[in-house]
């Protein structure tokens, strides 16, 4: 059950009977009182995030697990156009490989930001758009804002959805991370973002992927784990007779969103190099499915990590920055490549504290 939006610990406790008071206790009770799929069906229909813990083979056994591609990242051509290269004026632009790219960013929780944090680390202007009537994740958000300016806009209403459509007229990259059909409905679709910007990459991300029975569900990295097989498979290779084990991290978030910034960057390629608009996708379940393809280690040899537990132990992996919150120490960014120069600009501010306009 993902309780981490009050909206969807809301819907949770309301399709389980509960009070908004009740106790985690009282959520397990009432849990317990239900069939696990039975409960998750009645949850997507009203609106809850729930998943019913699955075994490899229950999953396999599900038409969405067959709608899945084997590959993580797709980019394909939607239109076409002249090639587009950007060009750098200075020794100090193009030290920053992505200087000059303009990315809107409208997206929530890890991957999507994740995505965008990395092309702002290679200079690219990467604008996040959040709104102001959706709740957000405060401490996630600071991490994941890192390089970016954040812009606030309200795309139900008439005059920020046209700051938003002028943003997009303009910009290289869109990054968006809402279900199949969501951006659609607000007549954002890519037939229409195509049109009023030919030379634009649309970056979509979502939990299940774009095809099958449960594209357009609601879903989350916990989630995914949790319904793929992959919390029940660590269990039984674990050894200690629980029902399932989490990963030590949120692998398919990070992983969705690094691949996410590879396919984008090949997309970049391909407008430089053969022209065109191209979309690239990927989704949460592909990249456990990519995970999953490559193996296990042999017995629990794969749970014999170093288990950090003082910030000294990986100093040398941390930067310390002044940020609109303060002091930052944070992970800096962990690829290094000859002659570019890598780090992020922007540090984090308050959510909409810049103006809709490019550098």
Not at 223 to 237: F, K, R
């Amino acid at each position: 059950m993902h309780d981490g939006f009050p909206n969807h610990r809301e819907n949770g406790l309301r399709v389980l009977g509960l009070l908004p008071s009740a106790t985690r206790d009282e959520v397990a009770r009432e849990i317990l009182r239900w069939h696990s799929v039975d409960l998750e069906t009645e949850a997507i229909q009203n609106g809850a995030v729930m998943a019913a813990l699955r075994s490899f083979d229950d999953w396999d056994a599900l038409p969405q697990s067959e709608a899945i591609p084997d590959f993580p990242v797709s980019v394909n051509k939607i239109a076409e156009g002249p090639t587009y290269l950007t060009k750098f004026d200075t020794p100090a632009q193009a030290a920053k490989c992505l200087h000059g790219i303009r990315v809107v960013e409208m997206s929530r929780v890890i991957a999507a930001p994740v995505a965008g944090k990395t092309l702002a680390a290679y200079g690219a202007d990467v604008m996040w758009i959040t709104s102001p009537s959706l709740p957000n994740l405060p401490d996630t958000d600071i991490d994941v804002s890192r390089g970016k300016r954040t812009v606030q806009l309200d795309i139900k209403q008439p005059e920020d959805k046209a700051k938003l459509l002028e943003l997009l007229s303009t910009a290289d990259v869109f990054i968006q991370s809402y279900r199949p059909g969501s951006l659609a409905a607000q007549s954002l679709s890519n037939e229409e973002l195509v049109a009023i910007n030919p030379d634009l990459i649309i970056a979509s991300l979502n939990a299940y992927g774009s095809d099958g029975p449960w594209s357009r569900r609601r879903g989350f990295d916990s989630l995914v784990q949790t319904c793929s097989g992959i919390n029940v498979a660590d269990a039984e290779y674990y050894g200690a007779g629980e029902a399932a084990r989490v990963l030590p991290c949120q692998a398919l978030d990070h992983g969705s969103g690094y691949l996410l910034a590879t396919g984008i960057m090949a997309a970049l390629y391909k407008r430089a190099t053969k022209g065109g608009s191209y979309e690239v996708k990927v989704s949460l379940s592909g990249v456990m499915r990519y995970l999953r393809s490559l193996g296990r280690y042999e017995g629990k040899s794969g749970f014999e990590r170093k288990d950090f537990k003082r910030p000294d132990e990986v100093s040398k992996y941390l930067e310390t920055r002044q940020t609109g919150f303060g002091e930052l120490k944070a992970v800096k960014h962990a690829a290094k490549i000859d002659g570019v120069e890598v780090g992020w600009q922007h540090m984090p501010k308050p959510l909409g504290s810049d103006d809709p306009v490019w550098l």
